[in-house]
């Protein structure tokens, strides 16, 4: 049984530092880049593929909505064009440093507000998708597991790869319950743990009123702006190899 290891990095700006890049980037597979409109910068950007290529970690492209203020976390209108130029223009610009780097672009997985909106809006995500089959169709399209966007991605001929989170609160439809909710965040690493470990070998979790979620898990993202990330990444990743599950790059599973 294999699975990837996956965290959002590259998110500080300027002399504002967030994250614990360089420790969280010890414990993961694949790091998603922050690609200078919800978070990140060309400093940035380069200093995080390249932390990546010394701890051979995979790089993928991590898009958002314009807006640097709300850390991408607020939803905004986007026509259909409007969003695959958007992602097309966010993906160039972190393929510049892959590529002066000496390193290949793994995967896209598309950032907060703009990530679970693709979940209700087909038109929505249809640009997103079309952005990243303009550019290459052989990257791996990361999106929120068993999801219609999964589905629609397989059909335009994209390569996708279903994603849990570690330390979020499911709804009964398997969506992410609300930030601005109690209990959206699991802060306590025993339980983060456990719940993983279900949703990796069981192929599902708890939701958060106790109904069954039927999950398929491909790739585990672990916050790194958690005050905890360190300390629940190395957590997970151990007991995820005392079970015998192999902790392996997306592309190793996604073929």
């Known amino acids: 049984m294999k699975v990837d290891l996956n965290s959002d990095l590259g998110e500080s700006f300027g002399r504002y530092k967030l994250g614990l890049d360089e420790e969280v980037m010890k414990y993961i597979t694949s790091a998603n880049v922050a690609c200078g409109w919800h978070a990140g910068d060309p400093l940035v950007m380069r200093k995080t593929v390249k932390l990546a290529k010394e701890n051979?970690?995979?790089v993928g492209a991590h898009p958002g909505y314009p807006d640097l203020m709300g850390f991408g976390r607020?939803?905004?209108?986007l026509t259909r064009e409007e969003a695959r130029n958007y992602i097309l223009y966010q993906i160039g610009a972190l393929y510049a440093f892959t590529k002066a780097e000496g390193l290949i672009l793994q995967h896209v997985k598309p950032h907060g507000a703009l990530y679970n909106a693709l979940v209700k809006d087909e038109?929505?995500?249809r640009g997103v998708l079309e952005g990243i089959a303009d550019f290459d169709k052989r990257l791996i399209f990361v999106g929120l597991s068993t999801s219609k966007p999964?589905?629609?991605a397989e059909d335009m001929g994209l390569k996708v790869a279903h994603e849990v989170f570690a330390d979020r609160a499911y709804n009964p439809d398997g969506t992410l319950v609300s930030r601005r909710l109690k209990g959206a965040v699991i802060h306590d690493k025993e339980l983060i743990a456990e719940r993983v470990i279900s949703m990796v070998k069981d192929g599902g979790v708890k939701a958060i009123n106790g109904e069954w979620v039927e999950l398929k898990a491909d790739t585990i993202c672990v916050h790194g702006d958690n005050p905890k990330a360190l300390e629940i990444t190395a957590y997970?990743?151990?007991r995820l190899e005392e079970e015998g599950v192999k902790i392996?790059?997306?592309k190793e599973i996604v073929r």
């Open 56 to 58: 051979n970690v995979q």
């Open 74 to 77: 607020r939803f905004m209108t």
């Open 123 to 125: 038109e929505l995500a």
């Open 150 to 152: 999964l589905e629609m």
């Open 236 to 238: 997970i990743r151990k």
């Open 248 to 250: 392996v790059p997306i």
